[in-house]
């Protein structure tokens, strides 16, 4: 009886989870939008509050202080917040266009993405990039169509764009009415209702709501004869054209589109009410073992993201954990196969940004956070009961190479010491240069901003000055074959011979074109963009 109410309680609790990133090109309202999902699930007073009292939390998942003097999002983080009986898990990707590694594999924890356009823009290059990561893993993708307060393009342009560029089919939940200073609300398709809303003073909290329909003389009036005309004829071309489907959605040939203003909160609330009845619950995940289901009974998860020094009054390195299956409890043993060990977890955090509080049990789709004395990886699987490791993260490879030289050579064991810590979270990779006279780290990241990234964090949390040499380098690959053949390719005229922590053979090449050559010169050898 009590392993049945378990086995109840957990799918229960399975059910409840939503857990998804939200994607986006730079300055398309990602951070205006997760502020404004967290005012409409309470977790937050006063949207755009990010001065944040002592007992009052704040929005900004920006820890950083890069990321607070420019703005931006470079790291990723979690917020978790409950909404109308829902526990939602929100991954904190960056927007900004350099992105790093991090933000990848933080889509490896999700289990669906909301994609944020700019609707005077549409879709945009970094947007793009990350649609199709989410694409290779088979995320649901639910597109909020951003700042209709602004002029925009046509609707059905925008839609069109989506289909044309992404390949998904885009099908409207509902339908803006007007733009720009006359955008008023959202036409819902599902219940015919027309949701119009009142701005507030500084859009600092829910905007009012008036449910009513078409026929309402407040849309004539804003509304100039043509848009009155064209709002009506749209909705109706929907109707007959653009139906959706559930499970098109879940297998990824559909995205779920909504119109809206997170700036002055049009239209949001209406797209969270639909996101967490149709976002899928948390799903299974492959493993060496099987298919590993939420409901089983044990618990298991991974790590996909390890930070140091988030908040300077811990000073300590944190493992985030995806719990993929069974409940998890403070205090539990759990095997860490990549060790060999068994590991007891006495303090698990939950988070909002860059609060944490301990917490005692956590379900699937959670994220957990693990107090990390360097014994965690990215990829390492835990474990109650059975042995396995889960499906390893993806590798990307980098794009912009550079020198890293430490000025200061007495402050060498910081230096290393740093350097260590930044590649164990995946901030960027090492290379050094096989047979040089000297031994400076060649820094490899996915985005060139790691660069500055890499330098900030060596100097404010190891106190260590540096110097960066960028490459013209624009391609790694890991280079296998006969050594006779290795041998002779052209190591002294531009193609640097290096090595990766373990000791592997990494061809740095100037483009595209160069490796191409090569490839056909030399059919022995294997080219893999990254290592196995």
């Known amino acids: 009886m009590t392993d049945n109410h378990n086995s109840a309680d957990l799918s229960r609790e399975v059910a409840r989870r939503r857990t998804f990133a939200i994607i986006s090109h730079p300055d398309a309202g990602k951070t ?3 502020e404004k999902l967290l005012l409409y699930g309470n977790a937050i007073h006063l949207a755009g509050s990010v001065r944040a009292r002592r007992n009052q939390r704040s929005a900004t998942s920006d820890w950083m202080e890069m990321e607070r003097e420019r703005g931006i999002s470079i ?23 350099d992105f790093s590694e991090d933000t990848y594999r933080t889509l490896t924890a999700a289990d669906s993405a909301v994609m944020v356009l700019d609707a005077a823009k ?84 829910i905007s009012p709501e008036y449910i009513t329909t078409l026929d309402d003389p407040r849309i004539a009036e804003r509304l100039s004869d043509y848009q009155f005309e064209d709002l009506h004829v749209n909705i109706g071309l929907l109707d007959e054209m653009m139906t959706f489907d559930h499970d098109d959605l879940l297998a990824g040939r559909q995205t779920a589109v909504y119109f809206g203003s997170a700036l002055t909160n049009f239209g949001i609330q209406l797209f969270l009410n639909d996101f967490v ?12 073992a099987g298919p590993i289901r939420p409901i089983d009974d044990e618990f298991s998860g991974f790590v996909f993201k390890i930070q140091a020094n988030m908040n300077p009054r811990h000073r300590d390195s944190v493992a985030f954990v995806r719990v993929c299956s069974g409940k998890f409890e403070r205090n539990m043993t759990v095997n860490h196969p990549s060790s060999g060990r068994t590991i007891r977890l006495p303090r698990p955090y939950t988070f909002f940004a860059e609060e944490r509080a301990v917490v005692d049990e956590a379900y699937p789709g959670d994220i957990i956070g693990l107090p990390s004395s360097h014994s965690f990886g990215i990829g390492d699987t835990l474990s109650e009961g059975r042995k ?85 380098h624009s391609l790694a690959r890991w280079v296998e ?30 483009s595209e074109h160069e490796l191409s050559y090569y490839e056909g010169k030399y059919p022995d050898l294997s080219f893999k963009q990254t290592p196995d």
């Open 388 to 472: 396995f490791s889960f499906a390893p993260i993806p590798r990307f490879a980098p794009e912009h190479f550079a020198r890293l030289v430490n000025v200061d050579i007495g402050k060498q064991k910081n230096f290393l010491k740093g350097l260590h810590q930044l590649e164990t979270e995946g901030a960027m990779q090492i290379f050094y240069e096989a047979d040089a006279m000297r031994r400076d780290p060649i820094l490899a990241v996915v985005g060139v901003l790691q660069f500055e990234v890499v330098q900030a964090r060596l100097e404010s949390e190891y106190n260590v000055e540096t110097r960066l040499q960028r490459l013209p």
């Open 122 to 205: 549409g879709v945009e290059p970094q947007t793009r990039k990350l649609f199709e990561v989410c694409s290779k893993r088979g995320l649901p993708i639910f597109t909020l169509i951003n700042k209709m307060d602004r002029p925009a393009m046509d609707p059905l342009e925008l839609l069109d764009e989506i289909e044309t560029v992404l390949g998904m089919r885009a099908v409207p939940m509902n339908w803006p009415i007007g733009d720009g200073d006359s955008f008023m609300g959202v036409y819902d398709r599902a219940t015919e209702e027309v949701h119009l809303y009142d701005r507030t003073a500084r859009n600092q909290t």
């Open 481 to 510: 074959g006969p050594e006779e053949q290795i041998e002779l390719l052209p190591w002294r005229y531009g193609l640097v011979r290096a090595q990766d922590r373990d000791g592997a053979l990494v061809g740095l090449f100037n």
């Open 277 to 288: 009845k149709l976002a899928p619950a948390p799903a299974m995940y492959s493993s060496d």
């Open 32 to 34: 205006t939008l997760t």
């Open 75 to 97: 790291t990723s983080t979690v917020l978790q917040f409950p909404y109308e009986g829902y526990i939602i898990n929100l991954l904190d990707t960056p927007g900004h266009q």
